[in-house]
């Protein structure tokens, strides 16, 4: 079985900071990880995927994510926040072999404030 | 491309009514799904279909048929829709070949049952 968790349901930052979401996975076989985000009243857009090639992902908008096999975590970071990236954030697991099933997290509201 | 396409976008039933969500993408990809989503709770997968003819139940299957019967389309059917049905449904599609299997939203359904 496959799973995600995200700690912190929302996340606080002022413009110009560090920005860091969380995410931890579960699964028996290597994972695929990704990060998608969800403006407002919008679908889901991939920001950046893990698919066992390097382990710094770059993705779209200054967005990274670095997996870390040994804790299990595939953490989403920008150093500076945009009034823009106010939106939700979700990490989702795909574990090999599983006809391009994805399992989500519960997602991650980040609010940018000046 | 349209890339995928979802109707309506938003919906009011009675409880009891039955309806039919639509989804369509003209990537020609095999993969399919449905998913909803609920405050806290991130996206669950409902049904996915790898190609024509094929489907499967997801986390959350109850009260939900599928069918593929094109490559381009996967509608949802809510046979007697309930209150707990309400939520935003959206589709997504990708292909199966490992390096290729990002998926691609919709823009969603927001589905209120009365």
């Known amino acids: 079985a496959q799973s995600v968790t995200q700690l912190g349901s929302h996340v606080s930052v002022s413009e110009g900071a560090l920005v860091l979401l969380r995410c931890n996975y579960s699964s028996s076989v290597p994972p695929y990880l990704f990060w998608y985000v969800q403006y407002p009243n919008q679908g889901l857009q991939l920001l950046l995927k893990?698919?066992?090639?390097?382990?710094l992902v770059k993705g779209i908008n200054g967005f990274e994510a670095e997996f870390k096999k040994s804790e299990t975590s595939f953490h989403l970071t920008k150093p500076s926040a945009h009034m823009r990236d106010a939106a939700e954030y979700f990490c989702a697991v795909r574990s090999t072999g599983t006809a391009s099933k994805l399992t989500f997290g519960t997602g991650t509201r980040l609010q940018v404030t000046l | 491309n349209a890339g995928v396409t979802q109707t309506p976008k938003f919906q009011v039933l009675k409880t009891g009514q039955s309806m039919t969500l639509q989804c369509a993408q003209d990537m020609n990809h095999e993969y399919m799904s449905w998913y909803r989503q609920d405050p806290g709770m991130g996206l669950r997968l409902i049904h996915y279909?790898?190609?024509?003819?094929?489907?499967d139940q997801g986390e959350v299957p109850n009260g939900y048929n599928v069918s593929r019967s094109t490559t381009e389309d996967f509608p949802l059917r809510l046979l007697s829709a309930a209150p707990s049905q309400t939520s935003v449904y959206f589709c997504a599609s990708s292909y199966l070949m490992t390096g290729r299997e990002t998926q691609y939203f919709g823009p969603g359904t927001r589905l209120l049952v009365l």
């Open positions: 279909s790898v190609g024509a003819g094929i489907t």
């Open positions: 893990y698919t066992s090639a390097a382990t």
